[in-house]
């Protein structure tokens, strides 16, 4: 074989190994790794926190419509070119059309928005990128028993308490239960983990999409459907 060949042949074998590198998780794997997910999803208090943007997006729209309604109806009252009747007439359209800017500000908003599945896919990543198959086994079993069921439930209202400022300290039994385990080795990696790289890349996430958000919300002002709109509504009711 000339060195040639005996070197491309190297590349060609490094390159099948990188890639069968790159793609297999053993079914094994895959499994211990999704029983793991079922038993330790709402560690993470998914549910909480999408309350809590449901509740601060029907805040923020409500806030919305009001703004714009006073904002028009001052517009027109302002406006010179226009009789009373007029002004009476086009006050009239301000509400359907606050409610429509509101509803466009609405559809960006939840674009993409989904705490639930950057969770998931934080923990499918990051379980099985992290943990071994024999460290799985162990925290499927630690998970399946009620100390563990019941670490899972109290760091998920920690979490939750913590951003409430309500935040109560759990009793002394569940306190040993959650010191024993991270005094564990596997223990105390899963929580490195769980707080360095599945709550971090969810946060990661949360602050991509809000700055996507942002930059939806100025295209469409600036010569998207919402500019679109308020010139509409400007062209065909106010008369300035």
Do not use: C
Request: proline residues 2%; without cysteine; glycine residues 4%.
């Amino acid at each position: 074989m000339t060195p040639r060949i005996f070197i491309i042949s190297l590349l060609l074998l490094g390159l099948v190994q990188f890639s069968f590198g790159q793609k297999t998780v053993s079914p094994a794997k895959k499994k211990l790794v999704s029983e793991l997910i079922t038993k330790t999803d709402s560690i993470f208090p998914t549910d909480f926190f999408e309350k809590l943007f449901k509740n601060a997006q029907t805040e923020k729209l409500a806030k919305t419509e009001k703004e714009l309604a006073e904002m028009f109806n001052a517009t027109v009252d302002q406006t010179g070119t226009m009789t009373a009747e007029e002004k009476t007439a086009a006050k009239s359209k301000v509400p359907e059309f606050s409610k429509k800017l509101s509803q466009l500000f609405e559809e960006i908003m939840v674009k993409d928005f989904s705490v639930r599945s950057w969770v998931n896919n934080a923990f499918q990543k990051h379980y099985s990128n992290k943990f071994s198959v024999a460290e799985l086994r162990q925290l499927n079993i630690y998970f399946q028993a009620a100390n563990g069921k019941t670490v899972v439930q109290s760091f998920n209202q920690m979490v939750v308490g913590g951003i409430n400022r309500d935040q109560a300290e759990p009793d002394e039994k569940t306190t040993k239960r959650m010191e024993n385990f991270l005094r564990t080795p596997v223990g105390r990696k899963f929580f490195n983990v769980l707080l360095e790289d599945i709550f971090a890349e969810v946060r990661s996430k949360s602050d991509d999409w809000g700055h996507k958000m942002t930059r939806e919300l100025e295209k469409s002002m600036k010569n998207g459907k919402m500019r679109r709109l308020f010139e509409e509504f400007i062209a065909t009711t106010i008369k300035l």
